[in-house]
Structures are given as structure tokens and as C-alpha cells.
């Protein structure tokens, strides 16, 4: 059986990525996954309600 393949976008930068191939998912890149770290640890970001 083939495996699907999912693609989702970067909640950070909006970029199309692989889910199943990232392992900085659901984030694109290690990038942008520290910039969005970076910002929570800021107090930049909230959750929404």
C-alpha cells in the first residue's frame, strides 16, 4: 500500500511543505520553526480564545 502523501502550509512563513517527509512539522524549515519559538518565548504571540 502506498502511503498519501499530505501537504500543509507553514504556519509561519505560508510555504507548501510535505507533512509526512518534515521533521520540523508542521513548520517548513528549522527555521522557521525557531522564529515562531522566538516569538512565543517574547510574549509575541497569544492563544486564541
Known amino acids: 500500500m502506498k ?4 501537504n500543509v ?3 509561519y512563513c ?8 518534515n521533521k520540523w512539522r ?3 524549515s528549522q ?3 525557531l522564529i ?3 516569538k512565543w518565548t ?3 504571540r497569544d ?3
Open 36 to 38: 515562531d519559538l522566538a
Open 47 to 49: 492563544m486564541k480564545k
Open 42 to 44: 517574547a510574549n509575541d
Open 14 to 21: 505560508r510555504k507548501l511543505t510535505q507533512w509526512n517527509l
Open 26 to 28: 508542521p513548520f517548513c
Open 9 to 11: 502550509f507553514c504556519p
Open 31 to 33: 527555521r522557521c520553526q
Open 3 to 6: 502511503k498519501q502523501i499530505i
